[in-house]
């Protein structure tokens, strides 16, 4: 290793918090309704698009780029060197993303369906009798167990966001503008999977068709027109789409 190298263990470190720099970045600008393009990110730190692309590849951050990181995202010196105590990517998630942020954790499930955190965190009692679009039956409001969303809805938490709707293409599923998703970044989509897409640096909600070669990202709204990736565009499967919710008042 020559002198100048930096060593593995803080390349990693300050790889990790580089990227929740930008996960802070991307969940301010969308949760404002304002586009959030990473060469727009790229440009707020001073690199080209290709240096970003590098970096957050993993190419390891020189001691000062860092600094200049550090300056751009006012983040205090040295903050991108800091190793986490426990070092796991939840811990890392909570002392940079404010709990009121859209990150699938038990305040921001909470948030999304307009309940009380306190009273989520300890489980919502769900009758153990089935209901068919009604309530449960009166003789069974003695057994009554506590159930936690959290664990219902998210299968990784640390691989687990959640993504407000806009518009009405998917409706015919029963996901309406407005609505929050639930996505898992960690699974691997498959034919028939709800996903969230990026075409062309645009975020959209779309069922995913991948059968003879063909791979296309299907509406759930007669009113919208399928997309077919054109040659030269870039289609990535941000994450699969494993829960909805709605509220209604």
């Known amino acids: 290793m020559s002198r100048n190298a930096t060593p593995p263990a803080l390349a990693r470190t300050r790889q990790a918090r580089l990227m929740l720099l930008w996960l802070q970045w991307r969940l301010g600008k969308l949760s404002s309704g304002a586009e959030a393009q990473e060469r727009d990110f790229a440009a707020s ?15 390891p951050l020189g001691a000062r780029l860092a600094r200049q990181i550090e300056t751009a995202c006012a983040q205090p010196v040295g903050w991108l060197d800091r190793p986490q105590e426990d070092g796991t990517a939840a811990s890392l998630l909570r002392e940079i993303i404010p709990s009121e942020s859209l990150l ?7 948030d ?24 449960p039956s009166p003789a069974a409001d003695h057994r009554i167990q506590r159930v936690d969303l959290n664990a219902e809805l998210v299968q990784h938490e640390e691989a687990t966001l959640l ?6 293409s998917m409706r015919d599923v029963g996901i309406f503008d407005g609505n929050i998703l639930v996505v898992d970044k960690s699974l691997t989509p498959v034919h028939g999977d709800i996903v969230v897409a990026i075409l062309d640096d645009e975020f959209t909600c779309k069922k995913l068709y991948c059968r003879d070669g063909l791979v296309k990202l299907q509406p759930a709204n007669p009113d919208f027109p399928e997309i077919v990736p054109q ?8 994450g699969v789409v494993t829960s909805t919710v709605t509220r209604f008042r």
């Open 45 to 59: 730190l001073g690199l080209s698009p290709s240096q970003w692309s590098q970096y957050k590849a993993g190419k």
């Open 104 to 110: 699938a954790t038990t305040q921001a499930l909470a």
């Open 112 to 135: 999304a369906l307009g309940i009380d955190p306190a009273a989520f965190a300890r489980g919502l009692g769900l009758a153990e009798s089935p209901t068919r679009a009604g309530f």
């Open 163 to 168: 993504v407000r709707v806009r518009g009405e």
């Open 231 to 238: 040659e030269g565009q870039e289609l990535r499967i941000w």
